[in-house]
């Protein structure tokens, strides 16, 4: 049975940096992603990373976020630097089931219908 579980959410300066985590159970694909759902909005793909170093970013993000994936502990991070108001979501943490080293995932790393399993989230709160 797969079991993600994150943590590090908080409140934060808007400016300021915080890094979630990720403990996974049960898990061995490596085919990973951040998806975060803003107030009042959809939920949207934040990051990817597959096999430890093939990594995505939705364009909102790049340059302020940083997907790594600790496979020795099974543990997926975000860490996110430079945060806005906007930043602030419930972040999920998502793995795949299937492949994803492959053409296919690599133009739907952030597509959420591409994620079998699900974590409870964490609340990150960016105030100005």
């Known amino acids: 049975q797969v079991q993600l579980v994150e943590s590090g959410g908080g409140s934060v300066q808007s400016g300021g940096s915080l890094r979630l985590s990720c403990a996974a159970s049960?898990?061995?694909?490596?085919?990973m992603a951040w998806i975060r759902q803003a107030p009042g909005k959809e939920r949207e793909g934040v990051a990817a990373?597959?096999?430890?170093?093939?990594?995505f970013y939705a364009d909102s993000v790049k340059g302020r976020f940083t997907i790594s994936l600790d496979s020795a502990k099974n543990t997926l991070y975000l860490q996110m630097s430079s945060l806005k108001d906007d930043d602030t979501a419930i972040y999920y943490c998502?793995?795949?089931?299937?492949?994803?080293?492959?053409?296919?995932?690599?133009?739907?790393?952030?597509?959420?219908?591409?994620?079998?399993?699900w974590g409870q989230g964490t609340q990150v709160t960016v105030s100005s």
């Open positions: 049960g898990y061995s694909n490596r085919c």
């Open positions: 990373i597959f096999t430890d170093r093939i990594t």
């Open positions: 998502a793995a795949r089931k299937y492949a994803c080293y492959n053409n296919y995932m690599n133009s739907r790393a952030l597509d959420l219908k591409e994620y079998n399993y």
